[in-house]
T-cell receptor, first 112, second 113 residues
Framework: DSGVTQTPKHLITATGQRVTLRCSPR?????VYWYQQSLDQGLQFLIQ???????AKGNILERFSAQQFPDLHSELNLSSLELGDSALYFC???????????FGPGTRLTVL | DAKTTQPPSMDCAEGRAANLPCNHS???????VYWYRQIHSQGPQYIIH???NNETNEMASLIITEDRKSSTLILPHATLRDTAVYYC??????????????FGTGTLLAVQP
């Protein structure tokens, strides 16, 4: 158990819909990272938040957005969903000192 | 961040040492070598990291060559539960400010009974 929690575990929805994925970081971690893992693209970095502020952006689509709240939990919002958005979405939290990332169990999104 | 090259797959007998190589010939002086692994569809798991000295923890050992152009992750006594994709990642350490991980394709280690 990494200490990072993600909800929901599974999500099935239809094309065109909007979903919200939630992540709670480990106690004391200020950074939250979001990654997408699809069969054809592997693990890809999407976006990072550090203490409530966006810090780095990767290959995140404009239809996707994220935020980190004052209690440090984060949400990833995916809108206008397409079949190709079906993937595993992982959240990770980071320690400022040791600079390692601890990953949550992921949310499996299926878009039908 | 420097690019890494890993073999796509390796086999190892249970109880034997697993030695996973990684080439990173373009590594810069301030870049660390990190290893993560991902057991089927689970979240990636941090294993170990190092700058230039060899490192050991309860999970594995990391051997970095003197010129730092390659490294080897050693699992001293592999078990079936070590079957996973192992990712070698080279990255500068910014102290948590912006430390995204860029994953390659990794090495699928299959531990055989």
């Amino acid at each position: 158990d990494s200490g990072v929690t993600q909800t929901p575990k599974h999500l099935i929805t239809a094309t065109g819909q909007r979903v919200t994925l939630r992540c709670s970081p480990r106690s004391g971690d200020l950074s939250v990272y979001w990654y997408q893992q699809s069969l054809d693209q592997g693990l890809q970095f999407l976006i990072q938040y550090y203490n409530g502020e966006e810090r780095a952006k990767g290959n995140i689509l404009e239809r996707f957005s994220a935020q980190q709240f004052p209690d440090l939990h984060s949400e990833l919002n995916l809108s206008s969903l397409e079949l190709g958005d079906s993937a595993l979405y992982f959240c990770a939290s980071g320690t400022p000192v040791a600079d390692t990332q601890y990953f949550g169990p992921g949310t499996r999104l299926t878009v039908l | 961040d420097a690019k890494t090259t890993q073999p796509p797959s390796m086999d190892c007998a249970e109880g034997r040492a697993a030695n996973l190589p990684c080439n990173h010939s373009t590594i810069s002086g301030n870049e660390y070598v990190y290893w993560y692994r991902q057991i089927h569809s689970q979240g990636p798991q941090y294993i170990i990291h190092g700058l230039k000295n060899n490192e050991t923890n309860e999970m594995a050992s990391l051997i970095i060559t003197e010129d730092r152009k390659s490294s080897t992750l050693i699992l001293p006594h592999a078990t079936l539960r070590d079957t996973a994709v192992y990712y070698c990642i080279v990255r500068a350490n910014y102290g948590g400010a912006t430390n995204k991980l860029i994953f390659g394709t990794g090495t699928l280690l299959a531990v055989q009974p």
